[in-house]
């Protein structure tokens, strides 16, 4: 089983639909992060949770939320999704000090 | 404001040929710099990380360089093979409780 699980996988939705990403991980890390990668973009953090009562908003989280629910879990929503955020979404967890992302398999999110 | 610029933005070569990526960073402080590869449609893995103080580390093909003064790191890919086509993100990280900065990544493909 991969350490850190995003679900679903792949999405497609309709403008207007909220949308709810999740992901958990195994692998006992306080910070967590989620990221949208498009193509010639590379990746843009969205919010970032270093421990469960911590949220921070990243570079582009108008349109979008987050809820730390464990250490082990971290949930994206898109209230209201529209067609500029299809992407592919990475979440990623880390540990203070040595700074190395552990991501997940992603989820390919597609808003018509 | 911190920034990581990553050249060139895409390269093809011929299996079994070299080639160097190079990262360009005006992350401040420094902690760490970190390159990951990205396969197709996957998450990111990291393959090396360099410290303040390390000039050079290898990962069997793959080697990392780093000189802290000009701000630069490469790396290296040498006797390259068909799965070494993705895409090599450099990420530097300032340590502590601050996050780290992505460079838009290079895209390698390697021809047969």
């Known amino acids: 089983d991969a350490d850190v699980t995003q679900t679903p996988r792949n999405r497609i939705t309709k403008t207007g639909k909220r949308i709810m990403l999740e992901c958990s991980q195994t692998?006992?890390?306080?910070?967590m992060y989620w990221y949208r990668q498009d193509p010639g973009l590379g990746l843009r953090l969205i919010y970032y949770?270093?421990?469960?009562?911590?949220?921070n908003k990243g570079e582009i989280s108008d349109g979008y939320s987050v809820s730390r629910q464990a250490q082990a879990k971290f949930s994206l929503s898109l209230e209201s999704a529209i067609p500029n955020q299809t992407a592919l979404y990475f979440c990623?967890?880390?540990?203070?000090?040595?700074?190395?992302?552990?991501f997940g398999e992603g989820s390919r999110l597609t808003v018509l | 404001k911190n920034q990581v610029e990553q050249s060139p933005q895409s390269l093809i070569i011929l299996e079994g040929k070299n080639c160097t990526l190079q990262?360009?960073?005006?992350?401040?402080?420094?902690?760490?710099l970190r390159w990951y590869k990205q396969d197709t449609g996957r998450g990111p893995v990291s393959l090396t990380i360099?410290?303040?103080?390390?000039n050079t580390k290898s990962n069997g093909r793959y080697t990392a360089t780093l000189d802290a003064d000009t701000k630069q790191s490469s790396l290296h890919i040498t006797a390259s093979q068909l799965s070494d086509s993705a895409s090599y993100i450099c990420?530097?990280?300032?340590?502590?409780?601050?996050?780290?900065?992505f460079g838009r990544g290079t895209s390698l493909i390697v021809h047969p």
């Open positions: 360099m410290t303040f103080s390390e």
């Open positions: 949770s270093f421990d469960v009562k911590d949220i």
């Open positions: 990623a967890t880390s540990v203070a000090g040595t700074g190395e992302l552990f």
């Open positions: 990262c360009n960073y005006t992350v401040s402080p420094f902690s760490n």
């Open positions: 692998k006992g890390h306080d910070r």
């Open positions: 990420v530097v990280s300032p340590g502590g409780s601050y996050i780290p900065t």
